[in-house]
């Protein structure tokens, strides 16, 4: 998935240099970015326009749709910001496997 790819590189890096409450304010900017106005949620036509604006504009419709699909959890065909910082987060196991470890650090 390329998608993972490119969240493996960005997001930990994100966290180290912005820490914990810069990362969630950074990631609530991208949903700012990416939700259709009207809605006030990502749609699979706002993300589709926006996403360029993210680097993953060279992503195939089909795998957007796979991305909206497997951060959809209350299956509204939408993401709101919590489930598209949940998705971003769990694109990148890297960044997770770091926290972790930092959390269990004594």
């Keep these: 998935?390329?998608?993972?790819?490119?969240?493996?590189?960005?997001?930990?890096?994100?966290a180290r240099k912005l820490g914990v409450e810069g990362l969630i304010e950074e990631l609530c900017k991208g949903f700012q970015l990416l939700m259709d106005p009207r809605a006030g949620r990502i749609t699979f036509q706002s993300l589709k326009r926006n996403a360029a604006r993210l680097g993953l504009g060279e992503l195939r419709d089909d795998?957007?749709?796979?991305?909206?699909?497997e951060g959809d959890m209350d299956g509204d065909g939408a993401l709101d910001?919590?489930?598209f910082c949940i998705l971003m987060v769990r694109l990148s196991p890297e960044l997770m496997e770091q926290e972790s470890y930092r959390m269990f650090e004594c």
């Design 81 to 83: 910001q919590t489930e």
């Design 63 to 69: 795998e957007l749709q796979e991305m909206m699909r």
């Design 1 to 14: 998935m390329g998608s993972s790819v490119q969240f493996d590189d960005f997001l930990p890096s994100m």
